[in-house]
């Protein structure tokens, strides 16, 4: 089993749809909870940082952690055409000095 | 330069060569990590240097992967005798001390004839 469980997809909405992305863990030491934006051809760019459980907001994006069922997502609302990557979730026990696992990404496509 | 950079951005080469990818880090990044990336896959951790402590390498996936790093400069990832499977997008990463967030290169895309 991977530490990391990620649907790699690929999914794809409409315009203005709210988007959902989901990670899976097996490793309850994690504390550090990242989403990753990778457009094509293009290296991986940090989105959203979360400590612990809890839900953050940044404009149109929504990360929330579940440490009890080891759950985390990324919403995205009013979904866009720009908004067309992959998303890999990240995760990490620890600040600096512990390996960061990546889920394999979804490849997200949003249709104008 | 303001980001990490990585050359060659492109590398082609045939079965059985040596080939050479160089990062070059944000300054003042003390950690700095390989990848790889093969097609619709996540990423593949290789190699991590931390400053001056030895380097994990518990992901590089045989003996002819090596990397290097001088200091908190440039880093060389090397694949001897390659082969086909090695073809892939090869990412470098850096962050700060103490704070996850990783500063990716746009990659080299490896293909192995």
């Known amino acids: 089993q991977k530490e990391v469980e990620q649907d790699p997809g690929p999914l794809s909405v409409p315009e203005g749809a709210i988007v959902s992305l989901n990670c899976t863990y097996s490793n309850s030491a994690f504390q550090y909870f990242m989403w990753y934006r990778q457009y094509s051809r293009k290296g991986p760019e940090l989105l959203m940082y979360t400590y612990s459980s809890g839900n953050k907001e940044d404009g149109r994006f929504t990360a929330q952690v579940d440490k009890s069922s080891k759950y985390i997502s990324l919403f995205i609302r009013d979904s866009q055409p720009s908004d067309s990557a992959t998303y890999l979730c990240?995760?990490?026990?620890?600040?600096?000095?512990?390996?960061?696992?990546f889920g394999a990404g979804t490849r997200l496509f949003v249709k104008a | 330069g303001a980001g990490v950079s990585q050359s060659p951005s492109n590398k082609v080469t045939e079965k059985g060569k040596d080939v050479e990818l160089r990062c070059d880090p944000i300054s003042g990044h003390t950690a700095l990590y390989w990848y790889r990336q093969r097609l619709g896959q996540g990423l593949e951790f290789l190699i991590y240097f931390q400053g001056n402590s030895a380097p994990d390498k518990s992901g590089l996936p045989s003996d002819r992967f090596s990397a290097e790093r001088t200091g908190e400069s440039v880093s060389t990832l090397t694949i001897q005798r390659t082969q086909q499977e090695d073809s892939a997008v090869y990412l470098c990463?850096?962050?700060?001390?103490?704070?996850?967030?990783?500063?990716f290169g746009p990659g080299t895309r490896l293909t192995v004839l």
């Open positions: 990240a995760m990490s026990a620890g600040s600096g000095g512990f390996k960061t696992i």
């Open positions: 990463a850096s962050r700060v001390a103490g704070v996850n967030e990783q500063f």
